[in-house]
C-alpha cells in the first residue's frame, strides 16, 4: 500500500515537469520532473517488491521535493500556486514517508 503515493508522485512529477518545459521551454523542470518522477517510481518499485530502501529512497525524494520548492515560495512571496503545491505535497509526501520508515525500522 505504502507504494501508490510513490506511483502517483512520480506520475505527477513527469507530467508536472513536462508540461512546465512545453510552456516555458524550462528545461531544469523536465529534468527535475523526469528524474524525480523516476526516483519516485524505482521507490515504489522497490516497495513493492518489498525490497531494502525503498521507503528510505521516497523520503529522501520528499525531502528534497519540499527543499526545492523552499526558494521558489520565497521568490514569489507564497502568492504563485505551482510552488505552494510543490512544497505542500513535498510536505505531506514527508511526514508519510517518516511514518513509514520509523513502522519498517522500529515496528511503532
Known sequence: MAEHPSFTLAGLLAVGGTAGFLRTRSKASLIAGLGLGASYAYAGYLIKGNKDYG?????????????????????????????LGLFAVGTLATFYYQKKVREFRYGV
Open 55 to 83: 521507503t528510505e529512497l521516497a523520503l529522501g525524494n520528499s525531502i528534497f521535493l519540499q527543499g526545492s520548492a523552499v526558494p521558489r515560495v520565497i521568490k514569489t512571496k507564497g502568492r504563485a500556486p505551482v510552488p
